[in-house]
């Protein structure tokens, strides 16, 4: 694939930054079903991101992710691919999710202090869920999509030899996962079955990554026109907006890639999968500190600045927690280790980590 080494590669931080993002404004709380909507101008405006937009930021991360690994061939090594993926989305999902759940019991069993009456798990299987996702969302809800990734990467090496071999009919197959639930639990969100797997199948038969790139302002228009229907006809299933999307946006992204903005999302990327692992609690955070003074301070003002707050908090806890404990912070985040540091500071840590603000922090994917 003629990746000019780096526009791709760039194409993908700045988006893996974006929609992560989205994903922090859609987790805003309170949500509200698309059916419920108001219809004033802020209410049509929230639902047309929180309910349209940024619903296909799964869809769009779930493509980008079996690019990444179908481009590194790791499908057909699965004893590098399991101790690869082990580190970047087994271990981050463990210390987010359990970190999380010890902390409800600490504050609900230990100090009486209850945010929800469903975030500490009833019985073997609610326990079992909200530790490790068994068969229904963890108790840090936004880790349902790493808790599926780490079920696709299982079936990524069947998947792989379907790409090089029979690629239409591997596309049937996960077409008929997704429509007909086959795989029952072990993928919770089947939307994600073909979004990976076209994505690696991008990869693997050298699709041209930027063939729809002449095309990018029609793509926006018709992206923006499809969500804009969604939320004018209250359309519950968004089905078809996520299967489409990735189509639409990955070309649209192309009017970013070197425009001050563009570059900008780019160099954030690198504190996009912490921002996705962490964001949760903090965003829960923000509401709590916000209910006191809701009858002084209008919601839409929130619902704007509690996602920029939680993005920033997290920004500098990275930066913080880079310099004062690299190698255990890195370890926790799935980020390559280093091997050396150098100096109270550890100059050496922070260098590789500014290094990695390029290509490299895409592994997680």
């Not at 799964?58 to 992710?65: F, M, Q």
């Not at 189509?247 to 001050?260: E, N, Q, Y």
């Not at 280790?337 to 922090?361: L, Y």
Request: hydrophobic share 55%; with cysteine; charged share 15%.
């Amino acid at each position: 694939m003629n990746d000019d080494h780096g526009s791709v590669s760039q194409r993908i931080a700045l988006l893996r930054f974006l929609m992560i993002f989205g994903v922090v404004l859609l987790h805003a709380p309170p949500y509200v079903p698309i059916a419920e909507v108001a219809n004033t101008p802020f209410d049509l405006l929230k639902a047309f991101f929180q309910n349209a937009v940024f619903r296909t930021s799964v869809s769009l991360l779930a493509c980008i992710s079996g690019y990444l690994l179908f481009r590194s061939a790791l499908d057909r090594t699965p004893a590098k691919l399991a101790s690869r993926k082990f580190r970047t989305l087994v271990v981050p999902f463990l210390v987010f999710n359990l970190g999380l759940l010890t902390a409800a019991l600490v504050m609900q069993v230990g100090l009486g202090v209850t945010l929800n009456n469903d975030l500490v798990p009833k019985g073997r299987n609610g326990w079992l869920d909200a530790a490790i996702g068994l068969t229904n969302s963890p108790i840090n809800y936004p880790l349902n999509f790493l808790r599926d990734l780490i079920a696709l990467m299982i079936a990524a090496p069947l998947l792989g030899w379907f790409m090089r071999n029979f690629p239409l009919l591997g596309l049937g197959i996960v077409l008929a996962i997704y429509r007909f639930d086959l795989d029952g639990p072990f993928v919770l969100r089947n939307a994600l079955w073909p979004m990976f797997y076209l994505g690696g199948l991008a990869a693997i038969r050298g699709w041209d990554m930027r063939a729809l790139d002449r095309y990018a302002s029609l793509c926006l228009a018709l992206f923006l026109l499809l969500c804009a229907y969604i939320i004018a006809f209250r359309v519950a299933n968004t089905d078809i907006l996520r299967m489409v999307a990735p189509f639409l946006i990955w070309p649209a992204s192309s009017l970013l890639v070197r425009t001050p903005f563009g570059l900008w999302l780019s160099r954030m990327n690198k504190y996009s999968f912490f921002l996705f692992l962490a964001h949760a609690p903090v965003l829960l955070l923000t509401s709590i500190v916000y209910k006191p003074f809701k009858g002084h301070i209008p919601y839409p003002f929130y619902w704007v600045l509690g996602p920029v707050v939680t993005t920033a908090v997290l920004v500098v806890v990275y930066k913080l927690a880079m310099r004062m404990m690299p190698r255990l912070f890195r370890a926790a985040i799935g980020a390559k280790p280093v091997s050396t540091t150098s100096g109270p500071n550890h100059s050496a840590s922070i260098k590789a980590d500014q290094e990695q603000s390029g290509k490299k922090p895409l592994v997680w994917l």
